[in-house]
């Protein structure tokens, strides 16, 4: 099935400093999507993009559909503690009719040191 | 907001046992997911159901069942629990092919 390669696995930073991760694959998605997921709990949609080339906010988190539609990057600004948590991207094709699934990254694990 | 309840945040069941894991939401989506979380291995789909009484086996669907005999409740059965079954298991549904999932808390399930 379809892949996305989802990097850096784990970041250890210190508050204050500005997150960057990413998600690449080799097949074309017409939606990536940007999840967290605190602690004990299940994954909550931050950010959603429909468009190559878009460029979402959300607070001091900024996301981007990279123009080839086979990757997307999230930024977060000025980290803070609560920021601590795993990112996943998600991607949706619509390839095979099966247009409702997404394909997930394994996620990226933030650690933020006060 | 929609919500997605699953029934018991913590499980702990014997080896052998069927094991049933329950999700419920309240938007009237059509589209609806059973995931497990390892660490390591992110997210893997078990089964999803994209309308009542039916079902598709996702990603991992040996050992697991599925029910959808309502539309805003999608089940999920462990027919023989396994210690291998110990997992974080997410429920998510979804409206149509243009949004994103919402997920429940979760249920973490330990099998001894």
């Known amino acids: 099935g379809q892949q996305l390669n989802q990097s850096p696995q784990s970041m250890f930073i210190q508050e204050g400093e500005d997150v960057s991760m990413n998600c690449t694959s080799s097949s074309i998605f017409n939606t990536w999507l940007w999840y967290k997921q605190d602690p004990g709990e299940g994954p909550v949609l931050l950010i959603a993009?429909?468009?190559?080339?878009e460029l979402t906010s959300n607070g001091r988190l900024t996301a981007q559909f990279g123009i080839t539609r086979k990757d997307s990057f999230l930024n977060i600004s000025a980290s803070i503690p609560s920021d601590v948590g795993i990112y996943f991207c998600?991607?949706?094709?619509?390839?095979?009719?099966?247009?409702?699934?997404?394909?997930f990254g394994k996620g990226t694990l933030l650690t933020v040191n006060p | 907001d929609v919500k997605v309840t699953q029934s018991s945040r913590y499980l702990v069941k014997r080896t052998g046992e069927k094991v049933f894991l329950e999700c419920v939401q309240d938007?009237?989506?059509?589209?609806m997911f059973w995931y497990r979380q390892d660490p390591g291995l992110g997210l893997r789909l078990i089964y999803f159901?994209?309308?009542?009484?039916?079902?598709e086996k996702g990603d991992i669907p040996e050992g697991y069942s599925v029910s959808r005999e309502k539309k805003e409740r999608f089940s999920l059965i462990l027919e023989s629990a396994s210690t291998n079954q110990t997992s974080m298991y997410l429920c998510?549904?979804?409206?149509?092919?243009?949004?994103?999932?919402?997920f429940g808390s979760g249920t973490r399930l330990t099998v001894v």
């Open positions: 159901s994209y309308d009542v009484k039916m079902k």
């Open positions: 993009l429909y468009k190559a080339g």
């Open positions: 998600a991607g949706r094709s619509r390839s095979g009719g099966s247009n409702y699934k997404l394909t």
């Open positions: 998510a549904s979804s409206f149509g092919g243009t949004y994103g999932y919402t």
């Open positions: 938007m009237d989506h059509e589209n």
